[in-house]
């Protein structure tokens, strides 16, 4: 399967899918900020939705290019599990958008983790976005050995940017 996602049906057809993770959730984004998502009838943090993961024990990784803003920070605040139950990276080289459901389907786009890039906003304010989403073996193997080889830090040593880098991940 190989699905367009437009930039109206981000939400719907990327986003919404973390509500039916089971095993592991893997996101790659430059830019993360507060965004939204519907939890039953109720409009949550998307963090809400990550902690809710990781009490089932999801195992959830996170690499983004640069600290979040305030609103996204009050609302990790919130919710205690993420300290230690998310892992995150933090890599001022990524610039990928990505995310892995389940190590069987993915995300490939240019929507960042932020309400304009694949959140709840309106379309008046909605990035446009593009991207596709598939369970072709081949490609997800592929995205996950790229999202791995940063997770693993295989280019920091070598990196000609670790002078921007608050937190090497080697």
């Known amino acids: 399967m190989f699905t367009y996602i437009s930039n109206a049906s981000h939400y719907k057809e990327v986003l919404s899918r973390v509500l039916n993770v089971k095993h592991s959730l893997w996101i790659g984004t430059a830019d993360i900020k507060d965004l939204y998502i519907e939890i039953g009838n109720e409009k949550k943090p998307f963090l809400a939705l990550i902690a809710q993961l990781i ?27 993420l300290y230690d139950g998310l892992e995150r990276a933090l890599c001022p080289r990524v610039h990928f958008k990505m995310i892995v459901y389940d190590c069987r389907v993915v995300y490939i786009g240019s929507a960042n983790l932020t309400g304009a890039g694949i959140g709840m906003k309106g379309d008046d304010k909605r990035n446009f976005e593009a991207g596709i989403l598939t369970d072709e073996s081949i490609v997800v193997k592929d995205v996950m050995n790229q999202f791995d080889e940063v997770w693993m ?10 002078d921007f880098c608050a937190d090497p991940i080697v």
Do not use: T
């Open 55 to 81: 009490r089932k024990g999801v195992e959830v990784r996170l690499i983004h290019a640069k600290e979040p803003g305030p609103n996204f920070r009050e609302d990790f605040d919130k919710y205690p599990i």
């Open 153 to 162: 830090g295989k280019h920091c040593k070598k990196c000609k940017r670790r």
